[in-house]
């Protein structure tokens, strides 16, 4: 019976030893409590109590500069990523700003021109010249029928005849003219003076004289009061006639924007063109 009171007494002294022992040296909060509030039961000193929680105390003092430095260090680092972005968004109102005065510093592109001329004007130009120039040609495909009306058999009215004259393309104040319808050969390049040449567009007859189509001819450029005149120098075949090119019933053809190439003009391969002879007069 003793041996078991004094194992019983021996685990006793053993445990208060032992949670003495943990109390001193490790923070367990059930033990700390249980130790404080039993302190005379385990034989525990007040002072003992006094000391560790002195200890804690200083540990959680020790403790707070380290959490002041993270937290300060976590505001600088909140402060720069604040400054980056407002560095980067000044950067961007920047690049904005240079992009447009580079724009505005960039030169007006001008308007293509053609000959010297804005490009819907000179096309609206080329259109109503070749609406007239369509108008002449078919006023003088009409003359050039007129023209070419056969001579019609004398009439006789009591055994007397009166012969009927054809229809004549004179005017009052100008002489016959006989039409010619013809094509700038290949495309030239001319100055004052300078010999041109043209094709017929079509079989005519003039005065008898059958002048077959693609047949060439020459002609001399005068240019002068804003039109350029070709005046007929030889057409084989066809000798004693004078004539020039007319445009609109009248003669020479108005300078344009389009046909002026350098200090010279121009004209294309083709280019429909009306002449008018007449018989030359010694």
Not at 194 to 217: D, H, M, Q, Y
Not at 243 to 272: C, F, R, W
């Amino acid at each position: 019976m003793k041996k078991y009171i004094i194992i019983s007494i021996g685990s006793i002294a053993a445990s208060i030893f032992l949670i003495v022992v943990l109390y001193k040296n490790v923070d367990i909060p059930v033990l700390d409590a249980i130790v404080e509030n039993t302190t005379e039961a385990l034989g525990i000193k007040p002072t003992m109590v006094a000391e560790k929680q002195e200890r804690k105390a200083q540990q959680a003092e020790n403790l707070q500069p380290t959490d002041n430095r993270i937290t300060e260090q976590l505001q600088r680092a909140a402060a720069e990523k604040r400054r980056d972005d407002s560095l980067a968004a000044v950067q961007l109102k920047l690049d904005s700003i240079a992009q447009a005065s580079l724009a505005a510093k960039q030169p007006e592109q001008p308007k293509k021109k053609l000959f010297n001329a804005e490009v819907d004007k000179e096309l609206a130009r080329q259109l109503e010249e070749e609406k007239l120039r369509a108008q002449a040609q078919r006023i003088a495909d009409s003359l050039a029928k007129v023209a070419a009306v056969p001579e019609k058999p004398k009439r006789k009215l009591f055994n007397a005849h009166i012969e009927e004259q054809p229809i004549s393309t004179t005017t009052s104040s100008g002489p016959q003219l006989s039409y010619l319808e013809a094509k700038a050969h290949g495309a030239q390049r001319f100055t004052d003076n300078e010999v041109v040449n043209f094709r017929i567009s079509k079989p005519t007859t003039i005065n008898g004289v059958e002048l077959p189509a693609n047949l060439v001819f020459t002609t001399k450029a005068n240019v002068f009061d804003g039109k350029v005149h070709f005046v007929i120098q030889r057409i084989e075949n066809l000798s004693g006639y004078k004539g020039e090119n007319y445009h609109n019933g009248t003669q020479g053809l108005m300078l344009t924007a389009s046909m002026k190439n350098g200090d010279g003009y121009v004209i294309s391969d083709g280019q429909p063109f009306t002449f008018g002879l007449q018989k030359a007069t010694n």
